[in-house]
């Protein structure tokens, strides 16, 4: 292992640079890594992806306070060893919901009635935060002494520089295995091999680094449940009786069965089929003829678009997200839907086909969206939320034919969710849809909006029409793509999840004051705590927050987008460094700059750049994401020029993040286009206490423990 200080380190700051960018690049892997690995062996964790996210801040913002002490490389192998086989054996425990706070489908369908049944979601979510954090602290600790090594050159910012290269390479790397659908033995190979670099310096713990290596990889080898991986899911299938199911991290996520009602053998088939055959068939029974043209937005394994098929209908385009669960429905669905000429696929997001297509539809099919995990590691809001919008839905009409109409099959589970769905159309068409309840399996409510199903209306459809709109659509809160939380009751952050914020929030403090002695000093002697980097941390995690939710509506709710958000982030991050190393911008310029170019994004409308071309959107989102960034980075890079103990002062940036990222909750109240004030106000605050404390701030040599 390495020694204390930075007196060997001083052999050759080029070698120096490397290590440093190969141990960002691991940080940012691995982040990645078990922010989809995770999830897909304990499902309850794929809807808090922020979990890890937050819990790497925290340990790489400890590691980075403990950076003058005594090394703890050894404990990252071992951490993640034993992450590793927790996730295993926890992969196997039923975690129930103990409130409906919040709308959770956890349906274990691929685990034995005899495993253990834990009534509790927070137990995995506390464990999985404490355990992440833990393997990021020797890493920060690397990267503090690396960083403090280029420090002691007087070149913090090329330190800083290399660090955001690695991390840059990190981005990209998980982007292609994510593209590619590699699995997660991959993965992990990956990460444990760029590690090698970090245990060279010695013999003796380079050994026990492959040993502990091997059990990593085995662990991993054992935990493994899924038949493939797409930029999404851990998906896994089952077979039998004519059924394809199609699991999502275990969960039952679709079912593909034979739609048709012609052929012979009715009576043979099984009353779970009967159900969910005669449920796809209905509305298409309800109008008068079949469409010309059909939009099928959730298109999964091909059931609508084998009912539609059944109908005769002319032509349809069928839009599926996940490239995995179009490859088996074209393999296994038993219709074959897919291999129809009538069929045109679209692997893309719903709402990203409706902002830019121009065709006009006789019927427009929402099919099962519901999706079992969230859109980014840096927001709450699920990959479904920006269908179920007013933009959304307003989206869909406007793509109806004059006698056009609109079909959504959901699960609901809750009567919030009947009510807002109810209102969404009242909103949009004028007035509430035809509705059908009963269970048929895959969803228990069908509801038809649009001039095609005005012949089912009557006298009492009137009547509620009327009543809804004068006694309930007032009172309701619609979804809207800056609140797009159509699973929360109400627009507050829920009991669930202030008790997370609260848990997440003691972990943290409990583990910076127990680690780290400068923190403790400060809490005696305010000089010492960095006020200004904890709230650029702060900001710059609510700036990507914002961007992740804003770009999906350019780019689709995609992998891509965060790829393009990351990549954004992290070249602005770079451009901002290079600049400061030549100009060295005064704060007071980049901070007026900052303010101009946050108020220019705010006001551009993202539509301005929807249909066009690739190159141009890309050009387009690195200004809307990066400037704001850009002049962030460079009060970052100026303040951080500045400090004595740039570890240190890493360090507490980092743990600004974790406080940023709990404030990104705050959007379930606000909404997404606050955070951006929010997070002025933070830089802003920093700016004023930087100007109060002058050339005296904060910059002590970090004590140690």
Known sequence: MEKTGISRENRSLSLVAVELAAVSFIVLFQELALIRWVAGQV????????????????????????????????????????????????????????????????????????????????????????????????????????????????????????????????????????????????????????????????????????????????????????????????????????????????????????????????????????????????????????????????????????????????????????????????????????????????????????????????????????????????????????????????????????????????????????????ALSAEIFGETPVIYFNDHILFNTVFMSGPAFDRLRDEKDAAFNDKFKKDFLPFIELPTDDWPYLYLAEKKISGFYLQIMVIIGALSAAGIFFLSRSFRAAITDRRKIDYEMFLFGAGFLLFETRAVTEMNLVWGTTWITSAVVFGSVLTMILLATLVMQRYFLSFRASIIGLGISSYIVYMLPVNLILGEPVAVKLLCSLFMVGMPVFFASLCFTRLFAESISVDTAFGWNLLGSVCGGLIEYSSMILGFKILLFVALAAYLAAFLIYINRGKNRIGEKAETV
Not at 146 to 157: A, D, E, G, M, N
Not at 217 to 224: M, N, T
Not at 237 to 252: A, C, E, M, P
Not at 322 to 331: A, T
């Open 43 to 422: 499902r309850v964790i794929a809807y808090f992806p922020n979990l890890i996210l937050l819990s790497a801040f925290l340990g790489l913002g400890l590691g980075c306070l403990r950076s003058g002490n005594k090394p703890l490389l050894w404990l990252w192998p071992v951490s993640l060893l034993v992450l590793t086989v927790t996730a295993f054996f926890m992969g196997r425990i039923v975690f129930t919901q103990e409130s409906y706070s919040e709308h959770l489908w956890l349906l274990y369908y691929d685990l034995p009635k005899s495993s253990i049944e834990i009534p509790s979601i927070k137990i995995p979510i506390i464990i999985f935060f404490i355990l992440s954090a833990i393997s990021f602290i020797p890493l920060g600790q690397v990267i503090g002494r690396k960083i403090r090594v280029f420090s002691s050159f007087s070149r913090p910012l090329a330190g800083y520089m290399y660090n955001i290269l690695g991390s840059l390479a990190g981005v990209a790397g998980f982007s292609l295995i994510s593209l590619f659908g590699v699995f997660p033995k991959y993965w992990f190979a990956a990460i444990l091999i760029s590690g090698i670099t970090l245990f060279l310096h010695e013999k003796k713990a380079l050994i026990w680094y492959l040993i502990f290596s091997v059990l990593i990889f085995l662990s991993v080898l054992k935990a493994e449940k899924a038949d493939a991986y797409s930029p999404y899911y851990a998906l896994s299938y089952r077979t039998g009786n004519k059924i394809f199911d199609v699991l999502t991290n275990g969960s039952l996520h679709q079912t593909a069965v034979d739609l048709s009602m012609k052929k012979d053998g009715w009576d043979k088939r099984s009353e779970t089929v009967k159900k969910i055959v005669t449920g796809y068939h209905l509305p298409y029974m309800c109008l008068e003829k079949s469409p010309e043209e059909a939009l099928v937005l959730g298109s999964g394994t091909g059931n609508d678009i084998a009912a539609l098929l059944e109908h005769g209908v002319g032509h349809i385009d069928a839009v599926e997200i996940d490239p995995v669960i179009i490859d088996w429905g074209r393999q296994y669905h038993p219709d074959k839907p897919y291999s129809s000429g009538k069929v045109t696929v679209y692997n893309t997001d719903a709402r990203a086909f409706l902002n830019t297509t121009a065709k006009k539809y006789d019927l427009i099919v929402f099919g099962t969206l519901d999706s079992q995990t969230q859109l980014s590691a840096l927001s709450n809001v699920r990959l479904d939320n920006f269908v179920y919008t007013m933009e959304g839905i307003k989206a869909a009409k406007e793509r109806l034919a004059e006698n056009g109409g609109m079909i959504m099959y959901f699960m609901v589970g809750k009567q919030f969710i009947l009510q807002r769905i109810i």
